[in-house]
């Protein structure tokens, strides 16, 4: 299913919100093991991953819509 260009916009705004927050939490939080620490990469990966594909998805909804405007509608 594809996006509408506001929902593509929160879901990067949401994406975005996630990574700063883990950010946020990396900075005040103390160093654990050697696993705690590659779970917390993997988290900060995977938020990144996300932002990521919500920026491609919103780049999409984008050129959907200025093509439903121009009358191109060939992908």
Same mark, same amino acid.
């Given at each position: 299913? !594809?996006?509408?260009? %506001?929902?593509?916009? /929160?879901? @990067?705004? #949401?994406?975005? #919100?996630a990574? @700063? !927050?883990?950010? %946020? *939490?990396?900075?005040t939080?103390?160093?654990? *093991?050697? #696993? &705690? %620490?590659?779970r =917390?990469? %993997? +988290? &900060?990966?995977? @938020?990144?991953?996300?932002?990521? &594909? #919500?920026?491609?998805?919103?780049?999409? /909804?984008? +050129? =959907? &819509?200025?093509? !439903? /405007? !121009?009358?191109?509608?060939s *992908?």
């Amino acid at each position: 299913m !594809s996006k509408t260009v %506001e929902e593509a916009k /929160a879901a @990067l705004d #949401a994406a975005r #919100a996630a990574v @700063l !927050s883990e950010m %946020e *939490s990396d900075i005040t939080r103390k160093e654990g *093991s050697g #696993a &705690q %620490e590659r779970r =917390r990469e %993997e +988290r &900060q990966q995977k @938020l990144r991953d996300v932002e990521y &594909q #919500a920026a491609r998805e919103l780049e999409q /909804a984008e +050129r =959907r &819509q200025r093509e !439903s /405007a !121009s009358g191109n509608t060939s *992908s």
